[in-house]
């Protein structure tokens, strides 16, 4: 994965308006099935991730762990962000294809 392309991409998605970021919204996103992709920082704390993850495997949505909290932060235009929310299945697409290339 070139990770420069993919961090270019998400705050493409952000600029779209498909992004959804905090860890409440995050979770309530993925209860209502409106993600089609959530990203989880590296760094974030074990807790968060575990939380997080139960609960997309819970709803069958897709997740991938990545970067960390600042390069994400970085990408949206935003201060740190620990996890991410793809709202669009097209953008959700191509994100997992950059990140598991």
């Known amino acids: 994965m070139n990770e420069q392309q993919f961090l270019n991409f998400l705050g493409l998605a952000m600029r779209a308006g498909k992004v959804k970021t905090g860890e409440s919204v995050i979770i309530t996103e993925v209860k ?8 989880i920082a590296s760094d974030a704390s074990e807790s968060t991730k575990n939380n997080i993850i139960n609960k997309c495997n819970s709803y069958q949505t897709p997740y991938r762990i990545v970067s960390n909290r600042n390069d994400l932060g970085d990408a ?6 620990v996890n991410v929310g793809i709202t669009d299945q097209g953008f959700a697409k191509k994100l997992m294809s950059m990140i598991d290339e």
Do not use: A, E, I
């Open 32 to 39: 209502k099935r409106r993600l089609k992709l959530v990203l």
């Open 76 to 81: 949206l235009g935003k201060g740190t962000r």
